[in-house]
């Protein structure tokens, strides 16, 4: 009896308790944010410098008081890039812990299948990984964000700078699936359109993973072009210009993703990248105030820069925290409407997040690789120009994108 007293009297103490506005705010003292991220197998290096991004914005958020007054709290949750995987782990998080934004999504059904989770439940999910233009398109979605650039926008950007240039005969070769057949047409439309009598001399496809390129490479060569087009990255990268340039293939490379410094270690050979140039919406060289002083407190706190992926996560993970600061509360929808419409001035420029399609509107720049870098010995990045927001805008109503409020 005297049992059954004392655990009633325990319980009412706890209902009592929880009532409380102070027990309560006790209890809801930290904003989590959940990294949906390759942590494991062949795409870890990738997750892992996205996550590390995400994770340092975290850590200058809570530096400085944190947000709307609460600690940020990030998640890792291992994608081992699977739609299946992710969207499993990531529910049990919103039903067991009931978390409300979730960042990530690198491979592009990974950022798809989160996006759709996301609609489902009423929580918030965004990306600067996953560039697949449909996610922002005919698949868009009101819980759904990409504060990052996508596989159009990047080609549109690409075609600015190869124009500028003046090229007439182009090769182009790309990796045999979607993202690279969309470059591909993305580049080739922009193209066409600033450059009328430009001359595509030869167009090549090849399935992801090749390891021999010398029969693509004879095949460019004896198209004679004078530039080559690629959206090649990672391994196809490398392989291309390891095997191609001692074949002859002198020519310069445009890419999709030239300026990471894994590529151009891997190489070991500089002769072979350096004067190929690329586009971004992060690189280490903008000349901004924000950005240089970005740089130097992510090398102090870091011991190493933050190249590529590390800095494109951090500025959409301090967006979205604009995002719940303007909205003043982390009730989704609130957070969506503020979201709705929000310039973020940060170390890339100001990027505008689109209501019509909730893709982030921002510039691109141009880089072309060096031979001397201030941030590393080998062969490096660094910014010759610019691509405004709005030479690479994809207009609301060409997208594709029909968002049901």
Same mark, same amino acid.
């Given at each position: 009896m005297r049992k059954k007293i004392v655990y009633s009297l325990c319980f009412l103490t706890m209902v009592f308790m929880l009532a409380m506005p102070g027990f309560a705010a006790a209890a809801d003292d930290t904003i989590k944010l959940g990294a949906v991220q390759a942590l494991s197998g062949t795409f870890k290096d990738i997750g892992e410098r996205y996550l590390d991004g995400a994770a340092y914005a975290v850590q200058v958020i809570n530096e400085n008081g944190g947000l709307l007054g609460k600690k940020v709290e990030i998640i890792r949750i291992d994608s081992e890039f699977k739609p299946d995987v992710a969207t499993r782990k990531a529910q049990e998080l919103i039903l067991k812990d009931g978390v409300k934004f979730f960042y990530g999504g690198t491979g592009s059904a990974v950022g798809l299948s989160m996006a759709q989770l996301a609609e489902k439940q009423n929580v918030i999910m965004f990306t600067c990984d996953a560039d697949v233009p449909a996610m922002t398109g005919e698949k868009c979605n009101k819980n759904f964000f990409r504060p990052g650039g996508h596989t159009e926008q990047r080609a549109y950007a690409v075609a600015h700078q190869t124009a500028k240039l003046g090229y007439k005969k182009i090769a182009i070769i790309a990796q045999d699936y979607s993202m690279g057949r969309e470059a591909v047409t993305a580049f080739k439309r922009k193209m066409t359109e600033l450059k009328p009598k430009t001359e595509f001399v030869i167009e090549i496809y090849h399935p992801a993973g090749t390891k021999d390129y010398a029969p693509y490479v004879s095949r460019i060569l004896a198209a004679k072009p004078e530039v080559i087009f690629t959206p090649n990255w990672g391994n196809d990268m490398t392989l291309l210009l390891k095997q191609g340039r001692p074949m002859g293939m002198n020519q310069r490379i445009i890419a999709f993703y030239i300026n990471d410094e894994v590529t151009i270690q891997s190489l070991a050979n500089d002769d072979y990248i350096i004067g190929s140039l690329g586009t971004e919406i992060y690189d280490l060289d903008i000349p901004t105030k924000k950005n240089q002083e970005f740089v130097a407190k992510f090398y102090k706190d870091k011991g *190493? *820069?933050?190249? +590529?992926?590390?800095?494109?996560?951090?500025? #959409?993970? &301090? !967006? +979205?925290? =604009? #995002?719940? %600061?303007?909205?003043?509360?982390?009730?989704? #929808?609130?957070?969506?409407?503020? +979201? =709705?419409?929000?310039?973020?001035?940060?170390?890339?420029?100001? +990027?505008? &997040?689109?209501?019509?399609?909730?893709?982030?509107?921002?510039? *691109? *720049?141009?880089? =072309?690789?060096?031979?001397?870098? %201030? @941030? !590393? %010995?080998?062969? @490096?990045? %660094?910014?010759?120009?610019?691509a405004s927001a709005k030479s690479v805008e994809i207009p609301c109503e060409k997208t594709g994108c029909k968002m049901k409020k």
């Open positions: *190493y *820069y933050p190249t +590529w992926l590390r800095g494109k996560a951090y500025m #959409a993970t &301090m !967006f +979205w925290a =604009e #995002a719940v %600061k303007k909205a003043g509360t982390t009730d989704v #929808a609130a957070v969506i409407k503020a +979201w =709705e419409g929000l310039t973020y001035d940060g170390p890339a420029g100001l +990027w505008t &997040m689109r209501a019509c399609d909730h893709q982030a509107q921002m510039p *691109y *720049y141009h880089i =072309e690789i060096a031979k001397q870098s %201030k @941030y !590393f %010995k080998h062969a @490096y990045g %660094k910014v010759t120009g610019t």
